[in-house]
Nanobody, 118 residues
């Protein structure tokens, strides 16, 4: 089993920034990809960004140029730097870990609330 512990959510004004962190522990030998999903009320869960251990990334079109995903392999930690936040970014953000950049992983964090409001 893999455990994912998230931090960094909160309330920010439009145009502000937040950085989310997710640390993986447990049986992490099979983890190659980590990323972030989000789910807003009444909407489906969607992929925000993901990254492999080699540094390959993918982003949702809606966050390109504003969000940056990074990974510290030594610490088994993934980060999501969120800049120029918009009210539309308001959601619960979930860390995810698995094998492939192109498939949802089997492991999830507990979720952290991000609220963008004036």
């Amino acid at each position: 089993q893999v455990q994912l512990v998230e931090s960094g959510g909160g309330l920010v004004q439009p145009g502000g920034s937040l950085r989310l962190s997710c640390a993986a522990s447990g049986s992490i030998f099979s983890i190659n990809a980590m990323g972030w999903y989000r789910q807003a009320p009444g909407k489906q869960r969607e992929l925000v960004a993901a990254i492999t251990s080699g540094g390959s990334t993918k982003y949702a079109f809606s966050v390109k140029g504003r969000f940056t995903i990074s990974r510290d392999n030594a610490k088994n930690t993934v980060y999501l730097q969120m800049n120029s936040l918009k009210p539309e970014d308001t959601a619960v953000y979930y860390c995810n870990a698995g094998f492939s950049l192109y498939r949802t992983g089997d492991y999830w964090g507990q979720g952290t609330q991000v609220t963008v409001s004036s």
